[in-house]
């Protein structure tokens, strides 16, 4: 099953110390080499994005920025056995900002990909 991790928090003033950057890349190796780890890139701020609704039948566009107060800024989509080896990845990449960028606060969204484990056989 897959997964899609949504990196979310505010943007530092500072950029993130360079062995945090190191130890990103170390872990998307080894989550590479696991087979577990598909893609991920980082995103522009939302500033650069737009939101398009459907609402009453009429299409809407907003330019960014968003007001909310954490922009989404990066992404990953994972090849897991179980959520729990999706949050266990998610775990491990937020560790290494809590232990190498204690003053960065944020969060990962996990959003299961549906895939054809989650429908039932073909009639």
Do not use: C, N
Not at 43 to 56: I, N, Q
Not at 81 to 86: L, Q, Y
Not at 116 to 122: I, W
């Amino acid at each position: 099953m897959r997964y899609l991790m949504l990196l979310k928090g505010r943007r530092p003033d500072t950029p993130p110390p360079p062995g945090l950057m190191e130890a990103i890349l170390k872990l998307g190796a080894e989550a590479s080499a696991a087979g577990a780890l598909l893609d991920t890139a980082g995103l522009a701020p939302s500033e650069a994005g737009a939101t398009v609704g459907l609402y009453g039948g009429a299409l809407s566009v907003t330019d960014g920025p968003f007001a909310e107060a954490k922009e989404t800024i990066s992404y990953a989509l994972y090849q897991v056995r179980s959520k729990e080896e999706a949050v266990e990845w998610a775990s491990r990449f937020l560790a290494l900002h809590r232990d190498l960028w204690p003053e960065w606060e944020g969060e990962t969204e996990l959003l299961k990909v549906f895939g054809p484990e989650d429908f039932g056989p073909p009639a």
